[in-house]
C-alpha cells in the first residue's frame, strides 16, 4: 500500500479514537478574490487558465517549471492540458504534472462556482506559508519568496440534464497553496468545514450505468524521459483511494489542523517522491480559543499607540478597534470576525466578488477563533454571490470603464473613517461617542465588487474615452479600457497634470468644531493650496477663520497634509499620490488629542478639476479641539508616516507631537494621533500595473501660523515620498533634485543627473531656460486642440476648450455640438421653435402675435407670463436658488419690460458690467471694471478676437465663486483696451505698484511700496541691467503664488533702485531690523527688537572693531535658518554695546537667570528660576578669591553645553561654602554615596549603594597606611568614567583587609577563577571554567620550575584577553607534564592531527586529516633528509593559517616517496592534469581538461618543437591566476596534435562555433549559434566574394576582445545569406526593432519597442530587384500574427522562420516547451513532440535538389462514406468521415497534400464534387474533384495578396471570397472568369463568408476589434445591411443552420456561439464557453467547428448546448477553414 494511503487511513484510524474534530472555517482558507488580485477563470466544463507565468521558476519533485496552468477539474499542471477525457476519469497517475487537491469532473458553466488563482509576493502570505511549512517540518530551512494560490469556490459537478429534473445544489469549495524559494516547493491543501459536499463524480460515457469515481487527490510527475527518446510512467503519490478517504479530507489533516494538508513536493537537487508533513502523535482537537499562530510582520507598526489608556484591549472597546486598518497589514489576510460566523455576511451586491479574508491579520492568524486581534484590515468578506446581501443603498460606484452607472455622490457624514468595505450584518452600529465610527456600505465611494465582464458589457476605448483627460490615452484591455496620461503629463489617466508644473487648490470648509466647550460654526469659508512640485513645498491657507477657531487649529496641520501627499517631491521607486487617486477621492481622517481624548473628524472630497485646472477639495471638520490660549506660537518637528496602499484606498496611522508655547503657560507639550483613509477610483483592467505596498512621506518642515488681523489659517509643510526605510537626507540622496535645494523655476522639473549634477526643463506648456519658463499661450500659437465651435482658453502649463454660445459639449467630452434649444420648450405655449446651429428662434403661430417668447390672438395684450429672465431675477431675489433669504452682495440680472435680459448687465456690489445674449449668458470681451464705460451692448458684434495673455490672466483671476462673490485679495492684473497688460500694475491690497512688459512679467527696479509715488512706466527703458544679488534673494522669497497670495513668514530683502541692498533691512513678521553690508551680510551689533528704534544705517562706519568672544558666541547660535526663520529654544547670550556679556545673562525659553563674568562664565551661587527676584549682578564683588580644585571640578562638569542645555547624568562633584570638598560626595543619578578627602579623592572602604545609611564622613580617620599594590591595582581598574559611569565588564582584583591580593582571583563577568601569588601574577594550572570545583589556593605551593617552551608558547596562545575572555578558534599546543610538546598535536576545531619533534616542528608527512588514523609519532624516526624543492612548493601551498586553517582550492603540487615532482599533475579543483619535468614545469601540449584521457607522462619525449601561434595564443588564454586557479569563461583555441589551429573552433561558454583560416582567423559567414549544426570548414572555399556593406558593419561591431570575451551591448546588425541587410534589424540589448532599406538605413515610422508588434517589414512597398519573395514560412507567420490581432499569446503557435525564410528545425508553441521537429517543408518529424524544459535536439533539414520533383498532389478521397467533413491543416486538407453525426476518427485521411501552401478557407461544390480553397502562400484560389488521383487545378492567380474566407453558391454557379489585407469582397464564376469586386469599402478584417443559394444572400464577418460585426448582402452586392454589431468580439466563423433559417457564428473574443435570424430577431446563445474557433459549419443539428486551442475539430449539439465529440489530427497545427461534402446536394444547401 502505498504511503499516501497508509496515512490516510492511519488519519481515519486516529479521527475515529479521539474525537470527531470539525475543518478550518472559510475565513481561515488564504486570501482570494479579484480584491486580493486573483485572475478569474472561465466558466465551462473543460476550462484551462491562461499560462501563469512565474517570477521564479519552481522545483516540482526535481524539475524546474516556469509557467502553471489552473484547470477547471480541481487541478494545476506545469503544463497546457488534453481534453479532459484523457485524464479525467482515469486514476494516477497522469502523464502530465499535476497537483491535484481535488481532481474530478467539475463543471462551473451557468455561473455554478468560480475559480481563482494568482501568484503573489505579498508579505502576510509568505509568512503565513513559512509558518505552516515550519510546524510542519521543523527542520526545514524554507524562506518562501513566491505563493501561488488557487482556491475553487462553490464549484458544482459536472451532471447530464437528462439525468435529474434539474442541476444539484451541492457544491464544493477548496483552496491549494504552492509555496517555493530557489530550492524547495511545498503545497498545502485546505478543505473548510461543509466545504465538500460531494465526493466524486460520474464518467461522461457511463450511459446508464450508475457508478461514480471518487475523487483524486494527490501529485503526479507525468511521463518522464529514458534512454533518451523513451517515455515512462514519472512518480506519484496518492492521498485518497475510495469515497471514504475524500471524506476524510476535511475531518483530519496532517499538520494538527484538520482540513490543512502539507507536503514536501519538490527540492533542487534530490528529490525521490512526495513527503507529508506529520505533527507528532494523534491529531490535536483546536482548543476552544482557536489554534493560534503567530505572524511576523513584515510591514512597520507603530507601537506608540499603546502608549494611550484609550488603546487598552477591553471588551468595551474591542468592536472600535478592530474596525480601524491599521498600517501594519496587508490587505490579503484577515482572521475570521468577531464571532466566526460568515453566514450573514453583508456583500456588495456585484455578483463577481467572492472575496475572502484580508491578507494580513495584524500579529495573530486564528482558525476558527473567536478571538479578534487588536488591530484588523479592511475586512473582504467571503459568501458566494447567492449568499450574499445587498445593503439597503448600494454605492453606485463602478471601476473604471464601467460607464454605464453613474457615480452616485454620498452625503457627508461628519465621522466616516475607518471601514473601507462594508461591515459584517452581526456587528452593531457604533453610538456617537464610540472611539471609532465605520463607514457603512453606503456611505462608501467605490466599488468592492467585480464585474464579470463579456461583450455585453465589456467597455471600450471607443464607447467611453470621454471618461479619460484630454491629456491621456485610452488604452483597451481583456475586461474594459484604461486611461493613461501622455508623456509630460501625469494623474490616473482621468486627471492629467503637466508635470513640473506648481499645482493649486481651492475649495470651501465647513463645518462644526468645539473649542473646549464652545462649538464654532465654519460656514464655507474659502481654502486655497499652492504646491511647489519641484521641491515639494505645500502652502494652504483657510480664510475667515474666526478667532478662537484659529489659534486651536494650529495644531490640524493634517488638513494641509494631505495636498502635501498628492503632490510630494518624488525620490526614486515612489510616486505621489496624484498619481494614483487623480482629482476625485474622499479622505476620512480621525484626529484623537492627548491628552484631554478631543476627537475631530477630517473629511475631505476632491470633485475633480476646475475650468482653471485647479484641483477642487472640500473639507468638512467636526468634533473638539483643545483651547490653545490668543497669541500661542505651535511648533511641530519633522517625522515621517508610512501609507499603506491597497486596491482603491490608502491608509496611514500615526502619532504627532507638538509644542505651545504662550506667554499664559510657557512650553506645553501635547500630542495627537491620526488614522486616516483615502478612498479613490483605481482602474483594474491593467494587470501590469504595478502595485505598491507601503510609501513613506517624510516632512521635514512643518509650519503653522494663525494671523488674527487677517484671520487666515496657514499651513507649510515641505514633503517628500520614498519607500519605507529610505533616509531622503542619505548620502545616496543629495543630488539637489532630490534635496529640494535646487535653483530650477517654479515652473519647471529638476531632472536629477549623476552625482550632484542636475538639469532645469521647463514644465509641460511652459517654455524657457528651465531657471526662468514662461507659459505657452497655446491659443495665440495655434497649439490648441479645439474644433469647431469652440473656443480656446489659455491656462497656465495648459489651456481649454470652451463651446461659443449656443453649442456644448457632445458624447465624447471634446467636440462642441448644437444645443437644441427647443427641446426645452423656450418658446410660448403658442408659438413654434425653430432651432439653428448656435441659436433659435421662436414665432407666434399664425393667428398669434408676439416675439415668440409671449404670443395672444390681440395685438398689444399685457397680460403674459413670466419669461426666463424674470423667473432667474425672481428666484434670486426670494432666495429660492440658496433655500432661504437672498444672500446681500450677489449678482441680481435685469429684465426689460418684455421680460428679456437686458443686454448689459452689471453686478451691483462689483460695479463690472457685461453684456449678454437673449439667454442671459456673458458675450466673450464685453465685461468692463468699476469707473470704466461700459461696451455699447446694442452695437453688433464684430468677429471675436482671441482672449489675449492678460485677458486670460485677468479672467482666471477675476472670475467670482459660484454665489457671485469675487475672490478677495489676489492681484487682478489690469489690461488695455487691446487685452495688452497695462505698462504700470498695482496690487489693489497691498498697494504696492510696479512696471511689466508686454508678457506681463515685472520690470526689475520699478516696484514701489504703498504711499510712494510709481515708477513713470513709459519712460523708454535703458539697456535692462543683469539682476542684482539683492533681487535674486528677494524674487526668490517674494515670489507670490499663482493666486496672488505673498508667501508669508519669510524674511523678504529690500532691494534699492539699483538692485542694491537698502542699509535698513527688517523682518516683517518678527519685527527685527539691522544694518547690513553690500553683500546683504548683517553688521554686527545693528540689530533691534520691534519696538526700539533702530540704528542709524547710514552714519559713516567707525572702523569696525572685532567682535568679541559674547558677540561670536551670540552670532553662532542666532543664525536664522536658510528660510528665514529663527531656530527655536537654544540660549543666546545677551552683550552690551560694546560687545561685552552683560551681567545678568537669562534663558528666554526656561526662563532661568544668572550672573556671569567678564568671560561669560556663570558666577557661582547666582542662577536663580523663573518667577523669582533675580540677583543683583551689578552689586560690587567681594574680593573674588581664586577658585578652588573642587570648584574648578564642579565647574568643569556642571558647564552647559553651547546651546545652553546642561549634560545630564554626569556626576557632580559639591563644594562648601569655602570652595572645599564637602567631606560627602553623592551621585545625583546613580544614589552611591562616598567620603573624599581634601583633594576630593574617595576614601576606601566608604561607599555606600543607594537606599543605605551612608558612612560618617567626619569621624575622625585613623592613621592611614599607605595603599598596596592590589588596591592601586583594584582602584585604578574601578575608578569612573569622567562622567560618573563605571566602566562595565573589566576584571577587577579582589584585596584582603590588609590589603593584600586574595589567594584565589575571580572574573565577575566571565565566572573564571584562578590562583594568584603575592604579586598578583596568575599560578600555572589553577584556572577553571565557571560551574567547576575551583583549585584550593591555599594548598602549599611545590617548588615551582621554569616554564618550559611548550608552556611558554601554550599560554601565549591560552591567555585571555583583556577582558578575560580566551581567544577561541586558535592552535594551542599541548604539553606534557614536564612542559614537554606531546609526541602527538592535535587542532582541536579543525581535527587535523601531526606529529612535532622536540621544538613542536611539524615532522614531515605525518599529518593526517579529521577522521583519518593518526600516524604513531613515537616510532623512531629515520634521519631526515634536507626538503626537496617540490616539498618546499608543496608545503607553502599546503601550510595552514595562522589559526591553523588550511587554504582550500590552490593547487598543491604531488611530490613522491623521495620528495620529487610526480610526472602527472593534477589541480585538484579543476581537474585539468599535465605533465612536468623534473623541476615541476608544465610539459608543453601535455594538459587535458577533466574527463578526457590523460598523457602518458613517463614516455620519453620527443626533441621538443617551439610553441605555435595555436599554442601560444592557447597558453595565453589558459594561463592560471598567481593562486592556482584558470581564468574562467574565456574562449581558450584548440589546437591539433601538430599544434596548428583546428579548422572548426568553439566557444566552451556561449556555444558559438566557427571555422577559421591557418592564423585562426575567422572565416566569414561560418559563425553558428548554439545548438545549431556547425559548418564543414573542411569543403574548400568556393571563390569568396567580397563583404558587403552589411558584413562590414556587423563585422566591426562583432570583433571580441583580446581576451576572446565579445563585446556586450553593442548594435549588431544582421545580414541575410547573400551578406544583406535583414528588412527587419532588431537592438539585442534593447528590444526594439526596425525596419531597413538596402543599404541599412532605418525606414521612418517602423521603429517599434520592446513588447509591442513589430511592423511587418515584408509587406508590399517598391521592391528593390534584389530582394527574394516571401517565403511559405514567412507568409504563414504574417498571417497567424494577424489572426491573432498583432498580438499572439505566450501559448499561441506562431511559425518560426530562418533567416532565409526556410521553417526553423525546431517549433514550439509561443513561449512553452511543448516543442517539436519540422523538415524543410514545414512538416512534423513524428516522434519528435517534446513536453520537457530541454527542447528537442533537431537538425536542419537541407531542401531538396530542384532536379527531385515534389510528390505530385493527387487527391485521395475515404472510400465508402456518404458525409465527409474536409478541413485545412497547413499544408494539407483532410477528409473526416460522419457515422451519422459522429465524428468517424478511425478513417480520417488526408485528402490532398500541397507542399507550400497554407489553405484557409473551403468550400465544396456538392453538384460537380469538388472542393474549392484559398492558399495564402501561393495566394490563389484553387479547385480539384474529389476523385481519386485527380490534380488541383489553379482558378486565379492574380492581384490576391491574403485570401481567406471562400464561399460556393451551387445554385448561380458562383463563388465568393474574402482579402483581408486589402479588405476587399470579391466574386466570380466557378472557373475563375468573371471576377468583379463586390465590396472594397468600410471593411477593416473581413474574415468568413457564407452564400445562402436558396435566398440568393451573402454573408461576411468583419472582426475589427474597435467595432467588430457581421454584415449581409445580395450575391449581387445589393441591399447590404449590418445584421449584428453589438456583444461580439472576434467573430471568426460564420455557417448557416438551415432548418432554423439563423444565421450562426462562433467568436473567439466572447467565446460563445450564438445564432440570429437575418432581421435581426431571436438572437440566442448556443454555447457559451468555446475555446479559440476559426471556422465552423452546422449539419443535422450539430455545430462543427475547427478550434486554435485545441488544434482539432469539435461537435457541438444544437439543442444540448453541450460539446458532443472531438477530434484531433495526430500531427498538432492549427486548424483553418472546414466545409462539408456530400454525395449527393443537400435540401437547403448553401
Not at 519607500?723 to 535645494?741: F, I, K, M, Q, S
Not at 519658463?773 to 474644433?787: A, F, K, V
Not at 545677551?1134 to 537669562?1146: I, K, N, P, W
Not at 573552433?1545 to 592564423?1559: A, E, F, L, P
Request: overall charge negative; proline content about 9%.
Amino acid at each position: 500500500m502505498e504511503r499516501g494511503v497508509m496515512l490516510a487511513v492511519c488519519l481515519l484510524c486516529w479521527s475515529c479514537s479521539v474525537c470527531v474534530v470539525t475543518a478550518i472555517k472559510r475565513a481561515d482558507m488564504f486570501p482570494y478574490g479579484t480584491l486580493s488580485g486573483d485572475l478569474i477563470l472561465a466558466e465551462g466544463d473543460d476550462e484551462t487558465s491562461r499560462v501563469l507565468s512565474l517570477p521564479k521558476p519552481l522545483y516540482f519533485y526535481g524539475s524546474l517549471f516556469s509557467q502553471l496552468y489552473v484547470a477547471t477539474n480541481g487541478i494545476i499542471s506545469g503544463q497546457d492540458l488534453p481534453m479532459e477525457k484523457q485524464y479525467v476519469d482515469d486514476g494516477f497517475p497522469t502523464d502530465f504534472p499535476v497537483v491535484a487537491p481535488f481532481l474530478a469532473d467539475i463543471d462551473t458553466s451557468g455561473g455554478r462556482g468560480q475559480i481563482y488563482y494568482r501568484v503573489t509576493e505579498t508579505p502576510s502570505v509568505l509568512n503565513r506559508v513559512a509558518q505552516e511549512v515550519h510546524r510542519g517540518f521543523p527542520d526545514a530551512k524554507f524562506t518562501p519568496t513566491h505563493v501561488v494560490v488557487a482556491t475553487w469556490e462553490n464549484v458544482a459537478a459536472y451532471e447530464e440534464q437528462t439525468r435529474t429534473a434539474g442541476p444539484s445544489n451541492k457544491v464544493n469549495t477548496f483552496q491549494a497553496v504552492i509555496g517555493y524559494d530557489e530550492t524547495d516547493s511545498y503545497v498545502l491543501f485546505l478543505y473548510p468545514e461543509d466545504g465538500l459536499n460531494y465526493f466524486g463524480t460520474r464518467p461522461k460515457e457511463s450511459y446508464n450505468v450508475e457508478i461514480e469515481l471518487p475523487a483524486r487527490v494527490g501529485f503526479s510527475r507525468g511521463e518522464v524521459t529514458y534512454l533518451i527518446f523513451s517515455r515512462t510512467e514519472g512518480p506519484h503519490y496518492s492521498v485518497t483511494s475510495d469515497e471514504q478517504s475524500v471524506k476524510n479530507l476535511y475531518q483530519v489533516g496532517n499538520t494538527g489542523i484538520p482540513g490543512v494538508w502539507l507536503f514536501h513536493t519538490g527540492n533542487r537537487y534530490s528529490f525521490d517522491n512526495i513527503v507529508p508533513a506529520s505533527i507528532g502523535g494523534l491529531l490535536d482537537t483546536p482548543p476552544t480559543g482557536g489554534h493560534g499562530l503567530s505572524l511576523d510582520s513584515t510591514t512597520p507598526e507603530y507601537g506608540e499607540f499603546e502608549e494611550y489608556p484609550d488603546n487598552t484591549f477591553d471588551s468595551d472597546n474591542q468592536e472600535e478597534e478592530d474596525d480601524y486598518p491599521h498600517t501594519g497589514g496587508d490587505p490579503e489576510f484577515q482572521p475570521a470576525p468577531a464571532g466566526g460566523d460568515h453566514s450573514e455576511s453583508l456583500q456588495p451586491a456585484s455578483p463577481d466578488a467572492p472575496s475572502s479574508p484580508s491578507e494580513d491579520s495584524g500579529n495573530q492568524l486564528s482558525y476558527g477563533s473567536e478571538d479578534v486581534p487588536l488591530t484588523s484590515e479592511p475586512r473582504y468578506n467571503s459568501e458566494p454571490a447567492e449568499r450574499q446581501y445587498a445593503p439597503p443603498n448600494p454605492p453606485e460606484r463602478v471601476p473604471e470603464g464601467d460607464a454605464q452607472r453613474t457615480l452616485k455622490r454620498q452625503p457627508q457624514v461628519p465621522l466616516e473613517v475607518v471601514d473601507v468595505y462594508p461591515s459584517h450584518r452581526n456587528e452593531h452600529p457604533h453610538s456617537p461617542g464610540g472611539h471609532v465610527v465605520s463607514v457603512e456600505g453606503d456611505d462608501v465611494d467605490f466599488d468592492t465588487g467585480v464585474i464579470q465582464y463579456t461583450t455585453e458589457n465589456k467597455e471600450t476605448c471607443a464607447r467611453f474615452q470621454q471618461q479619460c483627460s484630454q491629456n491621456a490615452f485610452c488604452s483597451d484591455y481583456a475586461t474594459g479600457f484604461c486611461c493613461h496620461c501622455r508623456p509630460g503629463f501625469y494623474g490616473n489617466g482621468r486627471h492629467c497634470l503637466p508635470e513640473g508644473a506648481p499645482q493649486r487648490v481651492s475649495g470651501k470648509v465647513s463645518g462644526t468644531v468645539t473649542v473646549g466647550s464652545t462649538p464654532v460654526e465654519l460656514n464655507n469659508i474659502d481654502l486655497h493650496a499652492y504646491i511647489v512640485v519641484g521641491d515639494g513645498r505645500a502652502y494652504t491657507a483657510i480664510s475667515q477663520v474666526p478667532e478662537p477657531v484659529g489659534w486651536a487649529l494650529m495644531p490640524l496641520a493634517p488638513i494641509g497634509e494631505l495636498f502635501g501627499w498628492l503632490f510630494a517631491l518624488e525620490l526614486p521607486n515612489s510616486q505621489a499620490g496624484f498619481k494614483i487617486t487623480g482629482a476625485e477621492f474622499t479622505r476620512h481622517a480621525e484626529v484623537i488629542f492627548y491628552p484631554g481624548n478631543q476627537r475631530l473628524s477630517i473629511v475631505q472630497t476632491g470633485h475633480g478639476l476646475d475650468d482653471h485646472n485647479h484641483l477642487t477639495v472640500d473639507t468638512v471638520v467636526s468634533g473638539n479641539v483643545p483651547f490653545l490660549p490668543p497669541g500661542a506660537e505651535v511648533t511641530m518637528d519633522p517625522f515621517k508616516e508610512t501609507y499603506q496602499y491597497y486596491p482603491s484606498v490608502a491608509t496611514s496611522s500615526s502619532v504627532r507631537e507638538f509644542s505651545v508655547v504662550s506667554a499664559e503657560r510657557g512650553s506645553e507639550s501635547f500630542s495627537f494621533q491620526l488614522k486616516q483613509n483615502i478612498t479613490y477610483r483605481d482602474c483594474r483592467h491593467d494587470n501590469r500595473a504595478a502595485v505598491l505596498e507601503t510609501l513613506q512621506i517624510t516632512m521635514e518642515r512643518v509650519f503653522v501660523m494663525y494671523v488674527k488681523e487677517e484671520r487666515i489659517l496657514r499651513y507649510a509643510i515641505t514633503n517628500k515620498i520614498s519607500p519605507v526605510r529610505v533616509d531622503p537626507t542619505g548620502p545616496e540622496l543629495v543630488n539637489p533634485c532630490y534635496a529640494g535645494n535646487h535653483d530650477c523655476d517654479t515652473t519647471a522639473q529638476c531632472i536629477p543627473l549623476e552625482g550632484q549634477v542636475f538639469q532645469c526643463q521647463c514644465a509641460t506648456g511652459y517654455r524657457g531656460d528651465g531657471h526662468n519658463c514662461y507659459d505657452i499661450n497655446e491659443c495665440d500659437e495655434g497649439l490648441s486642440s479645439c474644433g469647431a465651435h469652440s473656443q480656446c482658453v489659455n491656462l497656465p502649463g495648459s489651456h481649454r476648450c470652451q463651446c461659443q454660445s449656443g453649442y456644448e459639449f457632445g458624447f465624447d467630452g471634446r467636440t462642441c455640438v448644437d444645443i437644441d434649444e427647443c427641446s426645452s420648450t423656450p418658446c410660448h405655449i403658442s408659438a413654434r421653435c425653430i432651432n439653428g446651429l448656435g441659436s433659435f428662434l421662436c414665432q407666434c403661430q399664425p393667428g398669434f402675435y408676439g416675439d415668440g417668447f409671449y404670443c395672444s390672438q390681440t395685438e398689444g395684450q399685457t397680460v403674459r407670463p413670466r419669461s426666463q429672465c424674470e423667473q432667474h431675477r425672481d428666484r434670486l431675489q426670494s432666495g429660492m436658488e440658496q433655500g432661504g433669504p437672498p444672500s446681500p452682495g450677489a449678482f441680481i440680472p435685469q429684465c426689460d419690460s418684455d421680460g428679456r435680459y437686458q443686454p448689459l448687465q452689471c453686478h451691483g456690489s462689483t460695479g463690472h458690467c457685461w453684456c449678454v445674449d437673449f439667454r442671459g449668458q456673458e458675450r466673450t470681451g464685453t465685461r468692463t471694471p468699476p469707473g470704466t464705460a461700459p461696451k455699447d451692448c446694442d452695437r453688433p458684434d464684430e468677429p471675436v478676437r482671441p482672449k489675449t495673455h492678460c485677458e486670460h490672466h485677468r479672467d482666471s483671476v477675476q472670475t467670482t465663486s459660484p454665489g457671485g462673490y469675487p475672490i478677495v485679495g489676489a492681484h487682478v492684473p489690469q489690461c488695455d483696451a487691446n487685452g495688452q497688460y497695462t505698462p504700470l500694475q498695482c496690487h489693489g491690497s497691498t498697494g504696492h505698484c510696479w512696471c511689466v512688459d508686454g508678457n506681463g512679467q515685472e520690470r526689475a527696479g520699478t516696484r514701489t511700496p504703498p504711499g510712494t509715488t510709481p515708477t513713470d512706466c513709459d519712460k523708454p527703458d535703458e539697456p535692462v541691467r543683469p539682476k542684482t544679488h539683492c533681487e535674486h534673494h528677494r524674487e526668490r522669497a517674494q515670489t507670490t503664488s499663482p493666486e496672488g497670495y505673498s508667501i508669508v513668514g519669510a524674511y523678504v530683502p529690500q532691494c534699492d533702485a539699483d538692485g542694491q541692498y537698502t542699509s535698513l533691512q527688517c523682518h516683517g513678521s518678527t519685527g527685527h531690523c539691522w544694518c547690513v553690508d553690500g553683500r546683504g551680510q548683517e553688521r554686527a551689533g545693528t540689530r533691534t527688537s520691534p519696538g526700539t528704534p533702530s540704528v542709524d544705517c547710514d552714519k559713516p562706519d567707525e572702523p569696525e572693531r572685532p567682535k568679541t568672544y559674547c558677540e561670536q558666541h551670540r552670532d553662532s547660535v542666532q543664525t536664522t535658518s536658510p528660510e528665514g526663520y529663527s531656530i527655536v529654544g537654544a540660549y543666546v547670550p545677551q552683550c552690551d554695546a560694546d560687545g561685552q556679556y552683560t551681567s545678568l545673562q537669562c534663558h528666554g525659553s526656561t526662563g532661568h537667570c544668572w550672573c556671569v563674568d567678564g568671560r561669560g562664565q556663570e558666577r557661582a551661587g547666582t542662577r536663580t528660576s523663573p518667577g523669582t527676584p533675580s540677583v543683583d549682578c551689578d552689586k560690587p564683588d567681594e574680593p573674588e578669591r581664586p577658585k578652588t580644585y573642587c570648584e574648578q571640578h564642579r565647574d568643569s562638569v556642571q558647564t552647559t553645553s553651547p546651546e545652553g542645555y546642561s549634560i545630564v547624568g554626569a556626576y557632580v562633584p559639591q563644594c562648601d561654602a569655602d570652595g572645599q570638598y564637602t567631606s560627602l560626595q553623592c551621585h545625583g543619578s546613580t544614589g552611591h554615596c562616598w567620603c573624599v578627602d581634601g583633594r576630593g579623592q574617595e576614601r576606601a572602604g566608604t561607599r555606600t549603594s543607594p537606599g543605605t545609611p551612608s558612612v560618617d564622613c567626619d569621624k575622625p580617620d585613623e592613621p592611614e597606611r599607605p595603599k598596596t599594590y592590589c588596591e592601586q591595582h583594584r582602584d585604578s581598574v574601578q575608578t569612573t568614567s569622567p562622567e560618573g559611569y563605571p566602566i562595565v565588564g573589566v576584571f577587577v582584583p579582589q584585596c584582603d583587609s590588609n590589603g593584600q591580593y586574595t589567594s584565589q582571583q575571580c572574573h565577575g563577568s566571565t565566572g573564571h577563577c584562578w590562583c594568584v601569588d603575592g604579586r598578583g601574577q596568575e599560578r600555572a594550572g589553577t584556572r577553571t571554567p565557571p560551574g567547576t570545583p575551583s583549585v584550593d589556593c591555599d594548598k602549599p605551593v611545590e617548588p615551582e620550575r621554569p616554564k618550559t617552551y611548550c608552556e611558554q608558547h601554550r599560554d601565549s596562545v591560552q591567555t585571555t584577553s583583556p577582558e578575560g575572555y580566551p581567544i577561541r578558534g586558535v592552535f594551542v599546543p599541548q604539553c606534557d607534564s614536564n612542559g614537554q610538546y606531546t609526541s602527538q598535536q592535535c587542532h582541536g576545531s579543525t581535527g587535523h592531527c601531526w606529529c612535532v619533534d622536540s621544538r613542536g616542528q611539524e615532522r614531515a608527512g605525518t599529518r593526517t586529516p579529521p577522521g583519518e588514523s593518526a600516524v604513531d609519532c613515537d616510532r623512531p624516526v629515520e634521519p631526515e633528509r634536507p626538503k626537496t624543492h617540490c616539498e618546499h612548493h608543496r608545503d607553502s601551498v599546503q601550510t595552514t593559517s595562522p589559526e591553523g586553517y588550511s587554504i582550500v582550492g590552490a593547487y598543491v603540487p604531488q611530490c613522491d616517496a623521495n620528495g620529487q615532482y610526480t610526472p602527472l599533475q593534477c589541480h585538484g579543483s579543476t581537474g585539468h592534469c599535465w605533465c612536468v619535468d623534473s623541476r615541476g614545469q608544465e610539459r608543453a601540449g601535455t594538459r587535458t581538461p577533466p574527463g578526457t584521457q590523460r598523457k602518458d607522462c613517463d614516455r620519453p619525449d620527443e626533441p621538443e618543437r617551439p610553441k605555435t601561434h595555436c599554442e601560444h595564443h592557447r597558453h595565453r588564454a589558459q594561463t592560471i591566476s598567481p593562486e592556482g586557479y584558470p581564468i574562467v569563461g574565456a574562449y581558450v583555441p584548440q589546437c591539433d596534435a601538430d599544434g596548428q589551429y583546428l579548422p572548426l573552433q568553439c566557444h566552451s561558454s556561449t556555444g558559438h562555433c566557427w571555422c577559421v583560416d591557418k592564423r585562426g582567423q575567422e572565416r566569414t559567414g561560418t559563425r553558428t549559434l548554439h545548438g545549431t549544426q556547425p559548418k564543414d570548414c573542411d569543403r574548400p572555399d568556393e571563390p569568396e566574394r567580397p563583404k558587403t556593406h552589411c558584413e562590414h558593419h556587423r563585422d566591426r561591431v562583432q570583433t571580441t576582445s583580446p581576451e576572446g570575451y565579445p563585446i556586450v551591448g553593442a548594435y549588431l546588425p544582421q545580414c541575410d545569406a547573400e551578406g544583406q541587410y535583414l528588412p527587419r534589424q532588431c537592438h539585442g540589448s534593447t528590444g526594439h526593432c526596425w525596419c531597413v532599406d538596402g543599404r541599412g538605413q532605418e525606414r521612418a515610422g517602423t521603429r517599434t519597442r520592446p513588447g509591442a508588434p513589430s511592423v511587418d517589414c515584408d509587406r508590399p512597398v517598391p521592391v528593390a530587384p534584389t530582394q527574394r519573395p516571401e517565403s511559405v514560412c514567412e507568409r504563414w507567420r504574417t498571417s497567424l500574427i494577424e489572426h491573432y490581432g498583432g498580438k499572439p499569446d505566450a501559448q499561441q503557435y506562431v511559425p518560426q522562420c530562418e533567416p532565409d525564410g526556410q521553417f526553423s528545425p525546431v517549433q514550439c508553441y509561443g513561449e512553452t516547451t511543448y516543442c517539436w521537429c519540422v523538415d524543410q517543408d514545414g512538416r512534423e518529424v513524428p516522434g519528435t513532440r517534446s513536453h520537457d524544459v530541454v527542447k528537442p535536439a533537431c537538425l536542419p533539414s537541407v531542401a531538396p535538389p530542384t532536379v527531385r520533383p515534389l510528390p505530385r498532389p493527387d487527391v485521395t478521397p475515404p472510400t465508402n462514406t456518404d458525409i465527409t467533413l474536409l478541413y485545412a491543416q497547413g499544408q494539407k486538407i483532410g477528409a473526416l468521415p460522419l457515422n451519422g453525426t459522429r465524428l468517424d476518427a478511425t478513417r480520417s485521411k488526408t485528402l490532398l497534400t500541397l507542399h507550400g501552401s497554407i489553405v484557409v478557407g473551403i468550400a465544396y461544390d456538392c453538384k460537380e464534387n469538388q472542393v474549392y480553397w484559398t492558399d495564402l502562400s501561393a495566394r490563389t484560389i484553387n479547385r480539384a474533384s474529389m476523385a481519386t488521383g485527380a490534380e488541383p487545378e489553379i482558378l486565379i492567380n492574380t492581384n490576391l495578396v491574403s485570401p481567406e474566407g471562400l464561399a460556393v453558391d451551387v445554385k448561380r454557379r458562383l463563388m465568393f471570397w474574402v482579402d483581408s489585407n486589402p479588405d476587399i469582397i470579391e466574386s466570380a464564376n466557378l472557373d475563375g472568369s468573371g471576377r468583379r469586386t463586390l465590396f472594397d469599402t468600410d471593411l477593416v478584417n473581413p474574415r468568413a463568408i457564407i452564400v445562402v443559394s436558396s435566398t440568393g444572400t451573402l454573408y461576411w464577418t468583419d472582426w475589427n476589434r474597435e467595432a467588430p460585426k457581421i454584415e449581409s448582402s445580395s450575391v449581387d452586392g445589393q441591399n447590404r445591411r449590418v445584421v449584428v454589431s453589438d456583444g461580439i468580439g472576434l467573430p471568426n466563423a460564420l455557417t448557416y443552420d438551415s432548418s432554423s433559417g439563423q444565421v450562426c457564428w462562433a467568436d473567439a473574443g466572447t467565446k460563445r456561439l450564438e445564432c440570429v435570424s437575418p432581421d435581426g430577431s431571436g438572437r440566442r446563445v448556443v454555447h457559451p464557453s468555446l475555446n479559440y474557433p476559426f471556422s465552423m459549419v452546422y449539419y443535422r443539428n450539430h455545430f462543427y467547428y475547427s478550434d486554435w486551442r485545441r488544434d482539432g475539430v469539435i461537435a457541438v449539439n444544437k439543442d444540448s448546448s453541450q460539446i458532443t465529440d472531438e477530434y484531433l489530427p495526430d500531427q498538432r497545427s492549427h486548424l483553418y477553414g472546414i466545409a462539408i461534402a456530400t454525395t449527393h446536394c443537400l435540401s437547403g444547401s448553401h
